[in-house]
């Protein structure tokens, strides 16, 4: 789950409803989450900023930030 005006992407256990995990952007306004099609990337846009960051999602963390 991204968070647009947090700039935060979060882990939810959906069995639980918690979040397990959150890392932060650092790009201003990150919004929606789109898992690559092996599932070991997810990229989140940042509309604020024009770019996009590419998370590893077994790490949970940014792998690069690609600029549009």
């Known amino acids: 789950l991204a968070s ?3 700039s935060v992407v979060y882990a939810i256990d ?3 409803d918690t979040i397990v995990k959150k890392t932060p952007t650092h ?3 990150s919004h929606m989450v789109s898992l690559t099609p092996d599932e070991k990337h997810f990229y989140v846009p940042n509309i604020g900023s024009q770019s996009l960051c590419l998370f590893d999602a077994e ?3 940014i792998a690069e930030t690609i600029a549009v």
Do not use: L, M, P
């Open 4 to 6: 647009t005006y947090s």
């Open 27 to 29: 790009e201003a306004h």
């Open 14 to 16: 959906t069995a639980t």
């Open 59 to 61: 790490r949970f963390e």
